[in-house]
Nanobody, 121 residues
């Protein structure tokens, strides 16, 4: 089994910062692309940022210049540094990863349980 566990969410004032973490654990052989998505009630889940094993990154236009995604492959962990937070960043943030399990030859997609980020004064 593989688990993705997010942490670091919470309540922050507009203009503030938060750092989210997502650690993958289990019978992991390797991890390909990883990313962060977010969802608000009544809306579809949307991509926030992704990072490839090479370190190449993509960002939603709404977070470019404010959010930074990074990964530590030794720890099977990704991070999302969120600066200059706005009320519209309020959402449940989900971690996503393509993981190859030990004794398997393909990558499967996994989701974390989500962590709430609330930006409010």
């Amino acid at each position: 089994q593989v688990q993705l566990v997010e942490s670091g969410g919470g309540l922050v004032q507009p203009g503030g910062s938060l750092r989210l973490s997502c650690a993958a654990s289990g019978s992991i052989y390797g991890i390909n692309n990883m990313g962060w998505y977010r969802q608000t009630p009544g809306k579809q889940r949307e991509l926030v940022a992704t990072i490839a094993p090479s370190g190449a990154t993509t960002y939603a236009d709404s977070v470019k210049g404010r959010f930074t995604i990074s990964r530590d492959d030794a720890k099977n962990t990704i991070y999302l540094q969120m600066n200059s937070l706005k009320p519209e960043d309020t959402a449940v943030y989900y971690c996503n990863a393509d993981v190859r399990r030990i004794q398997y030859t393909w990558y499967a997609n996994y989701w974390g349980q989500g962590t709430q980020v609330t930006v409010s004064s």
